[in-house]
């Protein structure tokens, strides 16, 4: 006789390394902005991977062509000519306006790749120690160097000593920029996320980009822009930084750029596309055939189901919907962000919203502390946001009340 199966599964990882504050949740499967865990509980997905499931889950385009892909190639070696590489490259010059593209699999990798064009940009130049300017709160990943450039001292502690060679500076004070710089022939670049992710979905004003990219200019510094999060499309323009008129000279990105196959890419201008020669960099599974067929598979069906018009649409119906279920919370600070990247930054922390949204069946996340963090995928429907908002709305205010108490 067959023993009857549990009633309910528990979600445990003991054999995994705890690396992770996770959710006691195991995720099964999933269609389009909605998924299933593995006791049959339905989420909306308000997190999309955390802004990397650009095209949702188990979509009808991406997923044959996957399938079609893993008969033919998965992966290669780059010793070897990946016709895929050039489709991709092709199509990311393309849309940045830049000129060459190394491929990777993380925005990790994205940027260390661009720490290095820094650095070699300055050896090439003659200078024996490069300087890096980064920004206070920014978030570049978890590797030393990146961890060097990051600026949140919770996720440095405990890893130094940190890499030299980075000067730090707020957001958005030109003043504070030059005043950082003075009389310092080491300066070599300037690297920050147009709009930060991990710390609070803080913006770069338009005005404050243009400034940054005439003064490199004026300077011979390469301007670096990590769109590792707030790129592709999530903004409603292929890159963030776009909505400013301007062009990095190096632009790291990954995340949304496969849909969740891990792709990682670092798109240089003309200052920085023939920095590095054979030898100088490369990445074992960057480029492979499978990634790449994801990074122009996930490309083509942006373009062809205009989800950069989506993010705006459905982004500003999300915005302005959290603005009015909110309005006359003392405990609200501030909705900002653009398209469908935006935070939410109450007075108080918030941190077991994650639980509680989860419980009412929405995933989402917290970060900076006192920031809910909305990056759905690029397929989310107006109908979809106003679940959201009918969810989270009462959950933010019933916290706050029990704050404020």
Excluded at 69 to 74: A, S
Excluded at 104 to 114: D, F, H, I, K, Q
Excluded at 225 to 238: P, Y
Aim: include cysteine.
């Amino acid at each position: 006789m067959t023993a009857a199966l549990p009633k309910h599964i528990e979600a445990a990882s003991p054999h995994v390394m705890n690396t992770y504050g996770r959710l006691p949740i195991a995720l099964d499967h999933g269609q389009g902005c909605r998924v299933w865990d593995v006791n049959g509980k339905a989420y909306l997905d308000a997190l999309g991977g955390i802004a990397v499931n650009t095209l949702g889950h188990n979509h009808p385009k991406l997923v044959p062509a996957l399938q079609e892909q893993i008969t033919k190639l998965i992966h290669t070696s780059n010793y070897y000519h990946v016709p895929l590489q050039e489709a991709l490259a092709a199509k990311l010059v393309e849309l940045s306006g830049l000129e060459n593209v190394f491929f990777c699999s993380t925005g990790l990798e994205a940027n260390e790749a661009a720490l290095k064009l820094a650095r070699k940009f300055g050896h090439d130049k003659g200078i024996e120690r490069p300087e890096i300017v980064v920004y206070e709160k920014a978030f570049h990943g978890r590797s030393i160097a990146t961890l060097s450039a990051t600026g949140n001292p919770k996720v440095q502690a405990g890893f130094g000593p940190l890499v030299e060679g980075f000067i730090r500076v707020p957001l958005n004070n030109m003043d504070a920029l030059k005043a950082a710089t003075a009389n310092n022939p080491n300066v070599v670049a300037v690297f920050f996320e147009a709009i930060q992710g991990e710390g609070g979905i803080n913006s770069m004003k338009d005005e404050y980009l243009r400034e940054v990219r005439a003064l490199c200019d004026e300077r011979d510094w390469l301007l670096m822009i990590d769109e590792v999060q707030c790129g592709m499309g999530r903004t409603g323009k292929w890159f963030a930084h776009q909505w400013a008129g301007i062009k990095p000279d190096v632009m790291p990105l990954a995340k949304g750029l496969g849909s969740g196959v891990p792709v990682g890419a670092v798109v240089a201008g003309p200052k920085a596309a023939r920095i590095f020669s054979p030898g100088n960099h490369g990445s074992t599974f960057g480029g492979n055939p499978l990634a790449m067929r994801a990074g122009v598979e996930t490309l083509r069906i942006m373009e062809e189901e205009g989800l950069l018009a989506n993010a705006v649409k459905v982004g500003d119906h999300l915005r302005a919907a959290l603005a009015s279920g909110l309005a006359g919370e003392k405990g609200l600070k501030e909705i900002r962000g653009r398209g469908l990247m935006l935070g939410i930054e109450l007075t108080v922390p918030c941190g077991e919203l994650l639980g509680r949204a989860a419980e009412n069946g929405l995933l989402l996340s917290v970060t900076a502390d006192t920031v809910i963090r909305l990056v759905p995928s690029l397929t989310m429907t107006t109908a979809e946001a106003d679940e959201a908002v009918a969810i989270l709305v009462p959950l933010i205010k019933q916290l706050l009340k029990e704050k404020n108490a």
